[in-house]
């Protein structure tokens, strides 16, 4: 059995899912005998050796160091050694490639996809240009850029209606958890949104609005393709209250779709996880247009929430891989056994 670092918190909004997914993460590991030591990222990016009594885990407690070259832990004076790390992060700092560098300085193994895949993922233009080279579809875009957009707005979003109308979505190029994208209408709500989005990074991706049923397909190394799931939310889509906060929104694994499709879904996904370089774990998300152009594309996201009823475990489950063998084979996926 490994001793598992588990990070969790970090310095992106989805800190306090991280801590959530952390928990069940913790437990499931213990259950098949991996020892695990808790160490929770602040929204400072420090990090503390944490209680693994509380519930959620909580980033606090005494601080702790990661030495580099070394790749000693020290909580004070003392050493806490580990062999592998379970970065459950989420957002920037940590499955953008940044924590997962980290560990490549100091070569310790780690779950989850490498520095390259990691960033990749992240970018959500480079990944629909990498995935549409692969021979899978995805939605049309437009990327806005800080400066086009300071030095001309008009011009950028009569580019971007020219191309893609007026009914679209705005999302800040690398960011996750459905954090600052909104949906236009218009073109002042385009200008208003892009606006927003810009808050969060140099450039925004606008995506034309598809009418579709959300499919997604969870993904191991292999790669290796669970029975997809599907997303119903409550409101008019999937945004940030929708995914953590309304309990009206739900998933449901396996989707119903014929099994043509369900087979057909499964090795798109596939593509997409290799057309990005993966390794590990992913989870490949799609619209579905019945009667046009079928499953499209939309992100992938390579550390999705981790608690019991989210997506990701929900589909290993309805495939047969229960919530702690799931996390048992991540960590030896990622100890190469």
Excluded at 311 to 319: D, L, R
Excluded at 328 to 333: C, F, T
Aim: proline fraction near 5%; include cysteine; glycine fraction near 10%.
């Amino acid at each position: 059995m490994a001793r598992v670092l588990l990070l969790f918190g970090g310095r992106s909004a989805e800190h306090e899912v991280s801590c959530s997914s952390a928990v069940s993460v913790l437990e499931a590991l213990r259950s098949v005998g991996h020892r695990v030591v808790p160490v929770g990222i602040d929204r400072t990016g420090a990090w503390y050796l944490a209680d693994p009594t509380r519930r959620p885990l909580v980033a606090d407690g005494r601080p702790v160091r990661l030495g580099v070259p070394d790749g000693v832990l020290r909580v004070g004076a003392d050493e806490v050694g580990f062999d592998v790390a379970f970065p459950v992060l989420h957002g920037p700092f940590g499955e953008d490639g940044t924590i997962q560098g980290l560990f490549e300085m100091v070569e310790k193994p780690y779950v989850g996809c490498g520095v390259l895949a990691s960033a990749v993922a992240m970018d959500k233009d480079v990944t629909k240009r990498l995935v549409r080279l692969a021979g899978v579809a995805t939605s049309d875009w437009v990327v806005v850029r800080r400066d086009g957009f300071r030095d001309d707005p008009h011009g950028a979003v009569a580019r971007v209606i020219a191309t893609l109308g007026s009914d679209v979505f705005v999302k800040p190029t690398a960011l996750g958890s459905s954090v600052g994208i909104s949906r236009a209408g218009s073109e002042a709500e385009l200008k208003e949104s892009i606006d927003e989005a810009l808050r969060y990074g140099d450039s925004v991706v606008v995506e034309e609005t598809i009418r579709g049923r959300e499919i997604e397909v969870a993904m191991l190394e292999g790669p290796r393709s669970s029975l997809p799931g599907e997303v119903f939310p409550a409101g008019e889509w999937y945004d940030y209250d929708s995914k953590y906060h309304d309990e009206e929104s739900r998933f449901e694994a396996p989707a119903n779709l014929s099994d043509g499709r369900i087979a057909e879904v499964r090795e798109l996904a596939a593509r997409a996880f290799l057309a990005l370089g993966c390794r590990g774990l992913a989870r490949v998300d799609f619209f579905y247009e019945q009667g046009k152009r079928g499953f499209v594309f939309n992100e992938v996201n390579t550390m999705p929430g981790f608690t019991p009823i989210s997506g990701f475990p929900k589909m290993w489950a309805a495939t047969g891989v229960s919530y702690s063998e799931l996390c048992d084979e991540l960590v030896s996926l990622a100890l190469g056994d």
